[in-house]
């Protein structure tokens, strides 16, 4: 880390007698430069850039072009960036283990020293993705959720213990802890980060990157940090830069307070769908202004965390008082605490609120015009007030269900088979308490079609369920657990309910999963537990669950009589992600909203309801009770909030976070420098990016005679591409399993086997929501297989695995083609490793969301854009040619060309050509498509080292 320091920007900063050494910003100066007006995020990234000058990556040129940032132009200056630290949860971060012991051999094979493979950046993972809610409704929820997640996950857990131990500088947050985002707030960001480097204790902006794309949460309390996928946080972990491009930066202006009965969750979805409507793709977002200073940390790092839903790189808030009391509050040391003020103080990194600085495109929001909102049925900016949520909810059923017949989605009948067997989903029983339930089975006015199903459930309940029904109540995921007014308003919420004598209708699986200990410390001491508990919100783990996709099964009954009458019913969660398929197989809407909307819509029972305006039920006296009879107002949240959260409770609960419980440290550990992988494993397998690799890169080729494997639309999100959720007995994944020995109980969900590349590979674009238009009129991971037919259009519909396999042993390459925001969503590595093991050398789309392109490339791929304007059905492309790209082999003299001629032959001899526009962006990842991949790069850059 030792500077050229070619501006003298060396000091110390002396704090409370303890001295630092840091470099300061003002020191940059000259023509053009104004340091002083720079908007926050860039300063962090000036001071990174002085810290790390070397005279080869980081250059004195680099710097000045960085200060003298031109808030107008386009990005075209790359520079390095070298996060502090690196951040993982376990589904992106067990891969990660994985390829660093396969690194640590590959290493020794070329003649290395394999412990060079280790993390040079301190590297975090927290077990937060594995828990799934089998278990609801009763107060042994969380004990036997956690206890089926160690019987699904004690391999992948082993493994991950030995990382801990064979790695230096990798620590591993033990399961039922918290979602590792909240953790990272509460716990392991520093705002300032400190090191010792040479015997010097350096001072500097604490920075991350995480195989997360809400990593950006920690933006709330001024880190600067994101999303990357799996591979890129590899290379940071071994001290290799993230490559970037200068982004321009939107300056976010708030000003006023937040109106009564809104809440943060209002205030993000409002948020969302500004800056989605804004245009804020691969741009950083800064927010200033008056309103800011007002705006408690949580909403801050709610805002944050849902940086990805508007598609910038990150959303962050400078530091002022109120990142100081919240570093105070979470039980940071008044040492770091005081480091943390003098730093920012010094270096120009507090806010001024009555400051404006340079941005390069600007937008402004009155926190008073923001009202209760929802998003959905299937994207988290497209926002519906909550005042039009029913009309909007039949607007959008025709959608899915059709006026005629029903339509069938092609997956229902084997739901059966998608969920790893365990005990049965428990309920509370409220229902069979009740009087028979009615879902309003409404006239078809209004676009609205009605088919009402009788339901009984085992003990006896009686209801009828209908389209809109909310099967899936959660209050779940890292956006809004961290946030202690909506938590706090929706047990407050659930209290009025109870005594106004509600209950949850029995048709609602209604789970709680905080993201940390806390969460539940202070419902204890505030005495909400048992109104919570009332209602069916039992604590059923603390992690992510409904918002990956990890709900578990609905209740038996009522899953059964939404696959035999194809009902659309819905989920609510108070999660940042809604997207199709994505949340449970039986339910296909999905609906975000507040923790107290959750709970209301768990009393509702149903989407076709205003809430408004119509009652959620009756009182012990029969007396129509409405949302505003429950609804806490701000005086009694921020009163129970003053009561009932301590600093103490951080204190205690990351007292010895590292430790986990009994269950943890009783785990059998392997030992020793390199991992002996075990040829039986279904769970961690030595994948093969690097076998038979020479120590040089041999040179690049043009693409000849290339077959589309899928022909997509736009807004194909990772969550499409990357394996996820339950696994199907007939499925390639599920057949490899079954011929592996693995009894159908046990095949866990594909996040759960991130470890093992042939069930990963098998899932790829395996997605029940994924529809491949050279295959009409299928759903999930099928396409046609062009070498099992003389004539292209006689080819058969097979698995999108099975035509891999088959044209890989023809040595015939695949290609892609896309639509729109190719690749939006998580920051799913896999969703690029599972495309490039397919066999997919070139991916052809309208555009791209910034991680998946990086990635793709970072695996060998080449992602290339149509010409402006035009996509593949303008061009009159079918998915049935034959592509040969050239012009690629101009990478292999130094430089990378800015189209490559792409020819598309058709079956009769003509043939449709056009210049495929390259996105390799950066010279950086020039070098890594050069190698083949990111980790062949690295791995070859630490053998000549």
């Given amino acids: 880390m030792a500077s050229q320091d070619s501006f003298g920007a060396k000091s110390t900063l002396d704090v409370d007698g303890k001295s630092y050494e840091i470099f300061r910003l003002d020191s940059v100066t000259g023509d053009g430069v104004d340091v ?78 394999a412990t060079k493979i280790n993390p040079l950046a301190p590297a975090e993972m927290v077990i937060d993705h594995s828990v799934i809610a089998d278990v609801f409704g009763t107060p042994e929820a969380f004990e036997k959720n956690v206890e089926i997640e160690y019987e699904r996950n004690r391999e992948r857990y082993q493994f991950l213990r030995w990382g801990q131990g064979a790695f230096d500088d990798f620590k591993v947050v033990p399961p039922g802890t918290g979602i590792v985002h909240q953790v990272n707030i509460e716990h392991l960001a520093r705002t300032v980060f400190t090191r010792e480097v040479d015997g010097e204790l350096l001072a500097y902006p604490d920075t991350c990157v995480g195989t997360d794309s809400h990593t950006t949460m920690v933006n709330g309390i001024g880190v600067v940090g994101w999303g990357v996928g799996g591979i890129e946080a590899e290379a940071a972990m071994l001290g290799q830069p993230v490559s970037m491009l200068i982004p321009r930066v939107v300056g976010f202006k708030l000003t006023g307070s937040l109106p009564e009965g809104s809440t943060a969750t209002d205030l993000v979805l409002t948020i969302t769908e500004m800056l989605r409507k804004h245009g804020v793709v691969g741009k950083f977002v800064e927010f200033y202004g008056e309103g800011v200073a007002a705006l408690p940390l949580a909403n801050r790092a709610t805002i944050g965390n849902m940086s990805p839903e508007f598609g910038s790189t990150i959303a962050v808030f400078p530091i002022d008082d109120e990142t100081v009391n919240y570093l105070r509050l979470t039980g940071r040391s008044e040492e770091q605490i005081a480091l943390v003020e003098t730093y920012a103080k010094e270096q120009g990194l507090w806010l001024d609120p009555s400051a404006e600085p340079r941005y390069s495109e600007k937008l402004e929001l009155d926190l008073s015009t923001v009202v209760p909102s929802i998003a959905g049925p299937k994207r988290p900016q497209d926002r519906v007030l909550l005042a039009e949520a029913k009309q909007s909810f039949r607007g959008a059923l025709t959608d899915y269900v059709a006026e005629g017949e029903q339509e069938t989605t092609g997956y229902d009948e084997e739901l059966e088979e998608s969920f790893p067997a365990s005990d049965p989903p428990s309920h509370n029983g409220n229902g069979s308490e009740a009087p028979t339930d009615h879902l309003s089975a409404a006239p078809k006015d209004g676009g609205r079609r009605s088919d009402p199903v009788e339901v ?21 995921s890292c956006t809004n657990t961290s946030n202690p007014s909506v938590m706090i308003g929706a047990a407050l919420l659930a209290k009025k309910a109870v005594e106004k004598g509600l209950q949850r209708k029995p048709w609602v699986k209604s789970t709680l999963a905080p993201g940390s200990k806390v969460v539940s410390d202070y419902y204890e001491k505030a005495g909400l537990t048992p109104y919570l508990d009332k209602l069916g919100f039992n604590l059923v783990g603390y992690g992510c669950v409904t918002c990956i996709g990890n709900s578990g099964p609905l209740i038996p009954e009522v899953s059964a009589a939404v696959q035999e009458n194809d009902l659309a019913v819905v989920s609510v969660l108070s999660g940042n992600r809604n997207f199709e398929g994505r949340i449970n197989p039986d339910v296909k809407m999905n609906y975000l909203a507040s923790p107290p909307l959750v709970v209301a819509y768990a009393l509702a029972g149903s989407m076709d309801l205003d809430l408004f305006n119509d009652a959620l039920g009756q009182d012990s006296e029969g007396n129509d009770v409405f949302l505003k009879d429950i609804w806490p107002t701000p005086a009694e949240i921020e009163e129970t909030i003053a009561q009932a959260i301590t600093s103490d409770m951080f204190t205690e609960s990351y007292a010895d976070v590292f430790a986990g419980d009994e269950r943890w440290r009783s785990l059998p550990t392997p030992e020793g420098n390199t991992f002996e992988w075990d040829s039986e494993s279904t769970y961690v397998r030595k994948p093969p990016y690097f076998d038979g690799m020479p120590a040089e890169p041999t040179p690049v080729t043009d693409i000849e005679g290339a077959r589309v494997l899928l022909k997509l639309g736009d807004s194909v999100t990772t969550d499409h591409i990357s394996p996820a959720g339950a696994i199907k007995k007939d499925s390639p994944a599920g057949k490899y399993l079954a011929e592996n020995g693995v009894e159908q109980r046990d095949f866990n969900s594909y996040g759960s086997r991130r470890g093992n590349h042939e069930v990963m590979i098998r899932g790829t674009f395996a997605n029940i929501r994924l529809r491949n238009q050279i295959a009409p009129g299928t759903e999930g991971g099928f396409t046609r297989d062009f070498t099992q037919a003389d004539n ?109 001629k792409v020819t598309a032959t058709k079956a009769d001899g003509s043939t449709v050509e056009f210049d495929g526009v390259v996105r390799i962006d950066t010279p950086g990842e020039a070098n890594y498509y050069r190698n083949g991949g990111i980790m062949q790069y690295v791995l070859r850059n630490l053998l000549k080292g």
């Fill in 456 to 476: 009984t459930l085992a003990d006896g309940a009686k209801f009828t369920l209908d389209h809109g029904a909310v099967t899936i109540a959660s209050i779940t």
């Fill in 792 to 900: 292209a259009a006689d080819a058969p519909v097979t698995f999108v695995y099975d035509a891999s396999v088959n044209y890989q042993a023809a040595g015939t390459p695949l290609v892609v083609l896309a639509g729109k925001e190719y690749g939006s969503g998580s920051s799913r590595d896999w969703a690029a490793k599972g495309t490039s093991l397919l066999g997919v050398k070139a991916v052809i789309a309208e555009s791209y969301e910034r991680i998946h392109r990086s990635n793709l490339i970072g695996m060998g791929v080449i992602p290339l854009q149509f010409p402006a304007g035009e996509s593949a059905d303008s061009l009159g492309l079918t998915g049935e040619e034959t592509f040969s790209f050239t012009g690629i082999t101009e990478l292999n003299e130094g430089r990378t060309p800015k189209t490559v």
């Fill in 36 to 113: 002083e007006t720079l908007p926050f995020s860039l300063k962090v990234l000036l001071e990174n850039l002085l810290r790390t000058e070397d005279g080869a990556n980081i250059t004195a040129d680099d710097i000045r072009a960085l200060a003298g940032w031109d808030a107008d132009a386009e990005p075209d200056k790359e520079i390095q960036f070298t996060p502090a630290r690196v951040i993982m949860q376990d589904f992106t971060g067990v891969p990660c283990v994985v390829d660093l012991a396969t690194m640590r051999e590959a290493m020794a094979d070329l003649g290395g020293d």
